[in-house]
């Protein structure tokens, strides 16, 4: 049969290169570009003559970041060798942009989008919210040593730091690797949904907003939605993230689907059958039915795999401990169904902790891949990530041909998200042309492939040693 391909969305996409304050957190400030947030192509960064701690890709960077930089180099050689926190010089640039616009017309064009005294602020939720405000105690005692006879007042920082917490965003490089922050007025506009229609797509400060579905117009903010947290996750953990930092309850489409709770079945008490417990974490425990083979999964059980649930860690620092991750897998093995989401990212966890598992079959890799089908839209480039963990599967077991289909799915998945001209798309171009033309590369030249770095430019003229893939022949 042939293939059940993703649609693409209309190439359409708008690009976000001015933010209203952008930070590089403190540990990265030598390895990536203070203005830009890139690592430089080339050679060192050049390191700011006064300050001695911004550092820049050229000469180039330096002259564009100065307007932000100039009233924080003076403040930084004052307190060296103590250095801020990374998110007190954030706000302190903030500071600085809004005092500039309250003194002079906004001829930087900073507001063009939005007014930052349009911003949303949640003042209320956070007064109320004990941890946050102790936080900000902290950062306003920080920030008052830091300007020192330049610091705002209480009451206009407070409102700073408000809006700043709910309407900022974190920069990631493309390899998943936390950089920076910063608050882009335009971004700003565009609400969230655990089922976004768009992405985010980040190029240092640049940010790529793609659509993920058709017929969908950037400019429609009815339509166009992106995601605050991480939706490859049940509802449960979605919506504390979201009250928690942006206080409101998630009723979105996908947040009132009750098909979402299969991402948190139990598992059929009788043996043999694979048949789901639907249920949630925060349900009332009771009797629950097997769908497949009708019987009756009794409260306590229940109960037992919801609390399992709750305790499991929503996330996996990297340097977790294997056994840790393999314990609580094992806990969770009995309890609840192969395809609940906990179970998936616990494998996942494992797969990144160990590089492989022990039984690191295509089959395992395809069942995490069906559910990152479920928590995200069908042109997420996790999906296309998952993927690529099959295609890179079938390899080592010596199934390239099954390996083309994964690979041209992956391939479409990049190039909606990510653009004819990214280089993850580009190397998953020639990945998927190695195997359509069935090329003598070795299973280590084709897995590398799979294997994704930052954002560097890729030239696939010398990727490709075959560049007419025979597209009539994707079938399965």
């Not at 957190?25 to 890139?38: A, E, G, M």
């Not at 990214?422 to 280590?444: G, I, R, V």
Request: aromatic share 10%; hydrophobic share 35%; with cysteine.
């Amino acid at each position: 049969m042939v293939a059940n391909l993703p649609a693409l969305a209309p190439t359409k996409y708008k690009i976000y290169d001015s933010p209203f304050a952008h930070q590089l957190i403190n540990p990265l400030v030598d390895s990536y570009c203070s203005y830009c947030l890139r690592q430089p192509e080339e050679g060192k960064l050049m390191t700011c003559g006064g300050c001695r701690f911004s550092k820049y890709c050229d000469a180039a960077c330096q002259k564009k970041g100065w307007s932000a930089h100039k009233h924080e180099c003076k403040r930084l050689k004052k307190v060296f060798p103590n250095l801020p926190w990374t998110e007190v010089l954030f706000l302190s640039k903030i500071i600085d942009r809004v005092i500039f616009l309250s003194e002079k017309s906004d001829e930087h064009g900073w507001e063009k989008e939005r007014t930052f005294e349009s911003l949303m602020s949640h003042k209320e939720d956070i007064e109320k919210d004990t941890l946050k405000m102790e936080h900000f105690e902290k950062v306003l005692g920080k920030m008052a040593a830091f300007r020192k006879e330049e610091m705002v007042s209480r009451e206009v920082f407070f409102n700073i730091f408000c809006k700043t917490s709910i309407n900022s965003h974190s920069i990631h490089s493309n390899a998943g690797v936390e950089i920076g922050m910063a608050i882009d007025l335009g971004i700003s506009k565009y609400n969230h949904s655990c089922r976004p229609t768009c992405a985010m797509v980040f190029d240092g400060i640049r940010v790529f907003l793609r659509p993920l579905v058709p017929d969908i117009r950037i400019e429609d903010l009815d339509k166009c939605f992106i995601s605050y947290v991480d939706v490859g996750r049940s509802r449960y953990r979605r919506r504390i993230d979201l009250k928690a930092k942006w206080y409101f309850d998630c009723q979105c489409s996908r947040c009132s689907d009750p098909e979402d709770n299969r991402l948190t079945a139990l598992s059929c008490p009788r043996e043999g059958c694979d048949g789901m417990i639907i249920t949630a974490e925060d349900d009332e425990p009771m009797d629950i039915a097997c769908g497949e083979c009708g019987l009756v999964c009794e409260e306590e059980r229940v109960r037992k795999g919801q609390e399992l649930m709750k305790r499991l860690p929503p996330s996996f620092d990297p340097k977790c401990p294997v056994e840790t991750v393999q314990q609580l897998l094992e806990s969770a093995t009995p309890l609840l169904h192969p395809s609940n989401v906990y179970v998936t990212r616990l494998q996942t966890a494992l797969l990144h902790l160990k590089g492989e598992l022990d039984a690191s079959l295509p089959a395992l890799h395809k069942s995490i891949y069906d559910n990152y089908k479920v928590c995200f839209p069908k042109a997420d480039r996790h999906v296309a990530y998952s993927l690529l963990n099959v295609v890179k599967s079938l390899i080592k077991e010596g199934n390239r041909k099954e390996a083309v289909l994964y690979a041209y799915e992956a391939m479409t998945i990049l190039e909606v998200c990510l653009g004819l001209e990214h280089p993850y798309y580009l190397q998953s171009l020639a990945l998927w042309t190695f195997l359509q033309n069935e090329s003598p590369k070795s299973d280590d030249e084709l897995i590398a492939f799979t294997k994704y770095g930052d954002n560097k430019p890729v030239d696939i003229s010398k990727l490709l040693e075959v560049t007419t893939p025979k597209f009539q022949s994707i079938t399965m």
